[in-house]
């Protein structure tokens, strides 16, 4: 045993790693530290995220005035609370750094407004999603209009087929194989949501993205926001719901 203050603790140790890897993705956007970041307070928890210099720092890169690092903390910060909120079932972490998230909340509602590329803004999106908190399945639901699929399984209780839903360039479609592999296969047209009908999280989400001026997002919308049909057991279910329903 030791209490010789010259041997460092292993929660100094933590802070001088999370402390010399902030600054670095402060000054190099591309440098190796933002996936260091995700992987040691994301993917294997190494890092403490409740330490009190990584929302601070997240929220001073957000609020300035260069949009790439600005997205790369808010991305971060917000899946850092999502799974926060997963893993301990409570918002302690929100309310601990109810300032900072209020703060990051802010920077990614303004720099919403004046990003013009569909897939930044859509990660955007998430981003504030994540931040406010109030659904869990953000990062399924942006997915699915990035990457213009969504891979779910049938809501039939015996959990019938995995299904691709395809939102896109593809065309609107959902089929139980997967449609890169085959040519042949049988496809069910999708029921987008009429725009006038859509509420709640669709409704605020396309009227968004509308007045953002992203329509070709705003009308991927009205896809995620509708309906499918399972090729196999031919039921039909709503997208956004099976999205959720998945994420869990
Ligand atoms: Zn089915």
Not at 6 to 12: E, T, Y
Not at 28 to 34: E, V
Request: glycine share 6%; proline share 4%; charged share 25%.
């Amino acid at each position: 045993m030791t209490t010789s203050s010259s041997v460092p603790r292993a929660d100094d140790a933590d802070t001088d790693r999370l402390k010399a890897l902030l600054e670095e993705a402060v000054t190099d956007l591309d440098s190796q530290a933002w996936s260091d970041l995700w992987t040691e307070l994301y993917h294997n928890g190494s890092l403490d995220v409740a330490h009190p210099l990584l929302f601070h720092t997240l929220a001073d890169l957000a609020e300035a005035d260069k949009a790439g690092p600005a997205a790369s903390a808010l991305h971060l910060a917000g899946a850092l609370l999502v799974q926060a909120d997963q893993r301990h079932e409570t918002r302690n972490l929100r309310h601990q750094y109810a300032p900072e998230v209020a703060r990051l909340l802010g920077a990614a509602n303004r720099w919403r407004q004046v990003t013009a590329d569909r897939n930044d803004y859509c990660h955007l999106v998430e981003a504030i999603l994540n931040l406010e908190g109030d659904i869990h399945w953000a990062e399924g639901l942006v997915w699915g209009v990035v990457s213009e699929e969504y891979e779910l399984e049938c809501p039939d209780p015996d959990g019938c087929a995995s299904l691709w839903v395809i939102i896109g360039e593809r065309g609107y479609f959902c089929a139980a194989e997967d449609y890169a592999l085959s040519d042949d296969i049988e496809t069910f047209p999708l029921h987008p949501a009429d725009p006038r009908a859509l509420e709640g999280l669709g409704r605020r989400l396309y009227d968004l993205a509308l007045a953002d001026g992203h329509e070709e997002v705003a009308r991927a919308l009205t896809y995620a926001f509708g309906e499918a049909t399972c090729p196999e057991c031919e039921r039909r279910f709503s997208v956004a719901g099976q999205v959720a329903a998945c994420s869990t």
